[in-house]
C-alpha cells in the first residue's frame, strides 16, 4: 500500500534479520546469568501472552523500570529483551519486562488496557518511583498510560520518567499500510490511541529517542511526539530502529540516565 516502504524498518538494515535471534540469544545468556533474581512468565491476566518477567537487584531496590516491547504490536514476547534490563539493574532498579497478546488476536485499545494492568500488577508488588520505557510500538504503548483514564492515580502519580524510544506516536499512516490487514485499525481507533492527540502530562520528565538512520517516517513521528509534548527529543547519530534499544544495556548511557532521572 502507499505508506508500505515508509514503516518497513528491516528493508534499510543491513543484517535486519539476524537481530532478532541475537536478541534471543543475549536475552538468555542474560537470564541465566542472574539466576534466581530472573523471574520468568508472572501472569497478571487470564491469557498465556499476558504476563512478565521480573528481574531483581542486588539488595534492596531504588525503584522499578517497566519495559515494553515493540514489533508493530504484532510480534515478540518479553523473554526477546531480558538483557536491555542490564543498564538500569546495575544501578540498582528492579524490572519488569511486559508481554501482552497481538495483534490480529486483539486490537491495539486492548494492548494498552493489557499494558495497563500488568503496570497495575508490578506497581502492587514494588515501591517507589516507577519509570517507564518503550520501543516502537512499546514507545506508544508508555506514552498511553499517561491517558487519566488508562492507569489508576495512586499508581500514574509514582510513574517519573518516561523514555519513548522510536515511538510510533501517530497512528494514522498505518491505515495506509498493508500491515492494517493485521492491525485492524479504523480512523477512531488510530486517532484514540495516538499519543500525539493526548493532553501532555504534568509533573513526569518524558524524552523521545530516535536513530538519526532511522526511516524518515520515524524521525517525523518522533520529532512532532516531541513538539506536542513539549519533551525533549534526542535524535543518536549512526543508530537505527533496531540497534538504538542497545543504549539501555549500557548503564552510563544518556538514556538510562534519563531514564532513572540521572543528571
Not at 216 to 241: D, S, T
Amino acid at each position: 500500500m502507499q505508506l508500505d516502504d515508509d514503516y518497513a524498518n528491516a528493508a534499510y538494515i543491513e543484517g535486519a534479520d539476524q537481530f532478532p535471534p541475537r536478541w534471543q540469544t543475549a536475552a538468555a545468556a542474560f537470564r541465566k546469568k542472574l539466576g534466581f533474581r530472573a523471574q520468568k512468565n508472572i501472569s497478571y491476566g487470564s491469557t498465556d501472552r499476558e504476563i512478565y518477567d521480573f528481574f531483581e537487584p542486588e539488595g534492596v531496590s531504588r525503584g522499578t523500570v517497566i519495559f515494553v516491547h515493540g514489533g508493530y504490536w504484532k510480534a515478540f514476547a518479553p523473554s526477546d529483551w531480558s538483557h536491555l534490563a542490564a543498564g538500569v539493574l546495575a544501578r540498582g532498579y528492579a524490572v519488569a519486562m511486559v508481554g501482552y497478546d497481538l495483534c490480529p488476536d486483539v486490537r491495539i485499545t486492548q494492548i494498552t488496557g493489557q499494558v495497563a494492568r500488568a503496570i497495575m500488577e508490578v506497581a502492587k508488588r514494588t515501591q517507589g518511583m516507577i519509570a517507564l520505557a518503550g520501543h516502537s510500538a512499546g514507545g506508544q504503548l508508555v506514552a498511553r498510560m499517561m491517558d487519566p483514564l488508562v492507569l489508576p492515580g495512586d499508581v500514574r502519580d509514582r510513574i517519573e520518567n518516561i523514555v519513548s524510544i522510536s515511538p510510533v506516536a501517530n497512528l494514522m499512516p498505518l491505515l495506509q499500510t498493508s500491515m492494517n490487514e493485521v492491525l485492524q485499525l479504523d480512523e477512531a481507533e488510530a486517532t484514540a490511541e495516538s499519543p500525539v492527540n493526548m493532553t501532555p502530562p504534568h509533573g513526569v520528565n518524558v524524552t523521545i529517542w530516535v536513530g538519526a538512520m532511522e526511516r524518515p517516517a520515524f524521525l517525523e513521528q518522533a520529532e512532532r511526539f516531541a513538539r506536542v509534548w513539549g519533551a525533549k527529543q534526542f535524535v543518536i547519530e549512526g543508530r537505527h530502529h533496531f540497534d538504538i534499544i542497545e543504549l539501555l544495556e549500557d548503564t552510563d548511557s544518556d538514556m538510562v540516565k534519563a531514564l532513572l532521572g540521572v543528571k
